[in-house]
């Protein structure tokens, strides 16, 4: 990606003007959603247009009736439902935030780019058509909405309804000024609430059809604490795609946003949350001890704001569904359309997903810990692999990079120190030109270990995971790319692997990581042999494998093969683990088998496998929580897990765990010569530091 391809630093422009003045401009922000005037709801005709919605009289009369309720208690109750969820922007507020808001910005980031050509063309297309549009970024941060409220507020665009947890509503004075901003307040869980989900569906569709900003939702539901995309949420996304059969808006666009940060600000929580510590309370107490992260300027380096082209729902949507809601007012639109609309967005971020050098540097660290522990990691040794896994990335993977101007060694030197700034409690190279990775555990003591999710973990577990998970978070982006040819590495083997049986192997991974990298569900064999011919093809050219006979063999370029093999590693291993966890429940442990209980069951096994053995899951990402809990999803979409309803408790499919735990051990996987526990005498200490206050 060129300096010129589109992105522009917003951030230049406001270190040379004053706040003030630049927040309290003359404006007339564009709004997306056009409309007659007539049409326009304002709040309070929102709220009405919900109490007097058919289905929300027909909630509030069936439970009256069933409940013995008086009906205007129930209407009470309806009332101050709406009231709660329903947003109130206000530019005044967001005029003063504003200016408080800039500050923190040019404080925290040295750059924020801004995909501007992409922006341009949206805002151009919200003047020529009346459509309603839906902003769909990533999320990988609490940055994330007010990034995006920051930089429309910054191109004279309205800022949308915004779709936000009760945490913030709870908030002492930010619940009220974040609602001013534009945010509307969803319950976490409302699916036994009657009321609620009518009013929720009714508030909905209202805005669609009636509001003249856009709405803005994280399909994600909440954030990617591992760096990458997550699993959508259905939710939200069918009942806005179900406005579209009302009639009332010709057509919905979503618009998916890729956030990209050099260093996400909540980096070290998202680890300790990954081992099992509990996220700190949402509180504005809180918001301001967060505020030590304003302290040392330019400490989260930059980030990389990218916008895909809008999808339109009636891609997917037709006329037949439209006319089946007329004749059949009950009608909902099937979930494989929402399915197909939510795998589009995701895919569409991960596509647009801008790497940064701290991307490329951690997957080469990860990998240098693993084959050679005991050696040195000078910055001459870095800048050579650097140059060349850059090279394989952007150019045979074409993933967008940020690129500096010169490509000699000098300016690769320049682009990997500078790159390394905002992490320097993670990783340094130190004066005699050897990279060195840091100590980020500093001891729970001062730490509320209490409601730990999973398995205590040792202190010395602790001081190699949360180094190694940190440099993971940063490997993980590259898997936007990378996980195709990754999961072709791993179905190699030394003595050459037939065609077919690569490919039913890549199939059978495919399926098992489907949840964990959000692969679109496809039973199409060939369409599936297509995908994997294409990976295939690309390790083919750069002579990472070789055919022969029908045959595939590794090839010469071992250096690419390892990396992609060892990426993929921890995410095959915790598979297997939980799967042989499973076969042996009953004999293992008498307590009854849930998600919670396997989790605990498998981070204290790979606790024991990481410390005392050489065997599987000798990275300590194969430690993080997130990892069990995709594994359980997966497992239980594969039938492997069946959830007995009638009582409540979940069975293993015998036939199927012995099927897989078999393929799974025909896989010819191969372990690192090294691991992470041999380099943690190389891992130096640093100062004392209280974690908590990182909020």
């Known amino acids: 990606m060129e300096r010129d391809a589109g992105f522009v630093d917003m951030l230049e422009d406001r270190r040379r003007e004053c706040d003030l003045l630049w927040a309290t401009r003359t404006m007339d922000p564009l709004l997306p959603h056009m409309l007659p005037s007539e049409s326009v709801y304002d709040r309070e005709s929102v709220i009405q247009a919900v109490l007097l919605d058919k289905q929300v009289r027909l909630a509030i009369d069936t439970i009256a009736r069933t409940t013995g309720v008086a009906i205007k208690d129930v209407e009470g109750s309806a009332s101050a439902m709406i009231n709660e969820m329903a947003s109130k922007a206000d530019l005044a507020t967001v005029r003063w935030l504003g200016i408080f808001i800039t500050?923190?910005?040019?404080?925290?980031?040295?750059?924020?780019?801004?995909?501007?050509?992409?922006?341009?063309?949206?805002?151009?297309?919200?003047?020529?058509?009346?459509?309603?549009?839906?902003?769909?970024?990533?999320?990988?941060?609490?940055?994330?909405?007010?990034?995006?409220?920051?930089?429309?507020?910054?191109?004279?665009?309205?800022?949308p309804n915004i779709a936000a947890g009760m945490d913030f509503y709870n908030m002492k004075i930010v619940g009220e000024l974040l609602r001013k901003t534009g945010a509307f307040y969803i319950r976490r869980s409302f699916s036994n609430d009657i009321l609620y989900k009518q009013i929720f569906r009714s508030y909905i569709n209202t805005i669609v059809s009636h509001s003249d900003r856009a709405i803005e939702f994280f399909i994600e539901g909440t954030r990617s604490r591992s760096q990458k995309s997550t699993m959508p949420k259905y939710g939200l996304l069918s009942i806005i795609v179900e406005s579209l059969l009302q009639g009332d808006v010709p057509d919905i666009h979503f618009v998916p946003m890729s956030i990209n940060y050099e260093r996400?600000?909540?980096?070290?929580?998202?680890?300790?949350?990954?081992?099992?510590?509990?996220?700190?309370?949402?509180?504005?107490?809180?918001?301001?001890?967060?505020?030590?992260?304003?302290?040392?300027?330019?400490?989260?380096?930059?980030?990389?704001?990218?916008?895909?082209?809008?999808?339109?729902?009636?891609?997917?949507?037709?006329?037949?569904?439209?006319?089946?809601?007329?004749?059949?007012?009950?009608?909902?639109?099937?979930?494989?359309?929402?399915?197909?609309?939510?795998?589009?967005?995701?895919?569409?971020?991960?596509?647009?997903?801008?790497?940064?050098?701290?991307?490329?540097?951690?997957?080469?660290?990860?990998?240098?810990?693993?084959?050679?522990?005991?050696?040195?990691?000078?910055?001459?040794?870095?800048?050579?692999?650097?140059?060349?896994?850059?090279?394989?990335?952007?150019?045979?993977?074409?993933?967008?990079?940020?690129?500096?101007?010169?490509?000699?060694?000098?300016?690769?030197?320049?682009?990997?120190?500078?790159?390394?700034?905002?992490?320097?409690?993670?990783?340094?190279?130190?004066?005699?030109?050897?990279?060195?990775?840091?100590?980020?555990?500093?001891?729970t003591k001062q730490m509320n270990c209490s409601n730990i999710k999973g398995h205590p973990l040792s202190e010395r577990t602790l001081q190699i995971a949360v180094s190694a998970i940190n440099i993971a978070i940063y490997t993980n982006p590259t898997l936007a790319y990378l996980v195709g040819t990754a999961l072709v590495a791993a179905t190699i083997g030394e003595n050459g692997t037939q065609s077919e049986v690569a490919l039913e192997r890549y199939e059978l991974l495919r399926g098992l990581l489907g949840t964990e990298f959000v692969l679109c569900p496809s039973e199409d064999r060939v369409l599936l042999k297509i995908e994997w011919e294409k990976s295939l093809n690309i390790l083919l050219s750069q002579n990472c494998l070789y055919t022969a006979n029908d045959l595939i063999f590794i090839g010469n370029n071992t250096k690419l093969f390892s990396i992609l093999h060892n990426v993929i590693l921890p995410f095959i291993d915790v598979i297997y683990v939980i799967c042989i966890l499973l076969s042996e429940w009953t004999e293992r442990t008498s307590v009854e088998l849930t998600n919670q209980t396997i989790l605990v069951e498998t981070q204290k096994e790979v606790e024991r496998l990481i410390l005392e053995t050489k065997d599987r899951c000798q990275h300590p990402y194969c430690l993080s929580l997130d990892l069990y809990n995709t594994t359980w999803s997966n497992l239980l979409s594969q039938g492997v897990i069946v959830h007995q309803k009638h009582i409540n408790a979940y069975q293993t499919d015998r036939v199927k765990l012995a099927h897989l735990i078999g393929?799974?051990?025909?896989?010819?996987?191969?372990?690192?010569?090294?691991?992470?526990?041999?380099?943690?005498?190389?891992?130096?200490?640093?100062?004392?530091?209280?974690?908590?206050?990182?909020?």
């Open 264 to 443: 996400p600000p909540e980096e070290l929580l998202f680890v300790y949350e990954m081992l099992g510590l509990p996220k700190p309370k949402e509180s504005t107490s809180g918001l301001f001890r967060s505020l030590s992260i304003l302290q040392k300027p330019f400490s989260h380096g930059r980030i990389f704001f990218n916008i895909g082209e809008p999808i339109p729902a009636s891609r997917f949507v037709d006329r037949a569904y439209r006319q089946r809601k007329v004749l059949q007012p009950s009608f909902r639109v099937p979930s494989h359309v929402v399915e197909t609309i939510a795998y589009r967005i995701i895919e569409t971020h991960k596509k647009n997903t801008v790497l940064m050098p701290i991307n490329i540097i951690a997957s080469l660290v990860n990998e240098r810990i693993q084959l050679k522990p005991g050696e040195p990691y000078t910055l001459d040794l870095l800048i050579e692999d650097y140059r060349w896994f850059k090279s394989f990335v952007t150019g045979s993977l074409k993933a967008l990079m940020y690129e500096m101007e010169t490509t000699d060694n000098d300016g690769i030197r320049q682009e990997i120190l500078q790159s390394l700034k905002p992490h320097d409690e993670l990783m340094v190279v130190d004066s005699s030109g050897m990279l060195k990775i840091k100590q980020r555990h500093k001891g």
């Open 663 to 695: 393929a799974l051990r025909e896989l010819p996987l191969r372990r690192p010569m090294g691991s992470y526990v041999d380099a943690l005498p190389l891992i130096i200490s640093t100062p004392s530091m209280d974690v908590q206050a990182k909020l």
């Open 103 to 159: 500050k923190a910005m040019k404080r925290m980031f040295s750059r924020i780019y801004i995909n501007e050509t992409m922006l341009s063309d949206l805002k151009r297309k919200t003047r020529v058509s009346q459509v309603q549009y839906v902003y769909v970024p990533s999320h990988r941060s609490y940055m994330d909405f007010i990034l995006l409220s920051y930089i429309l507020f910054s191109y004279d665009m309205a800022l």
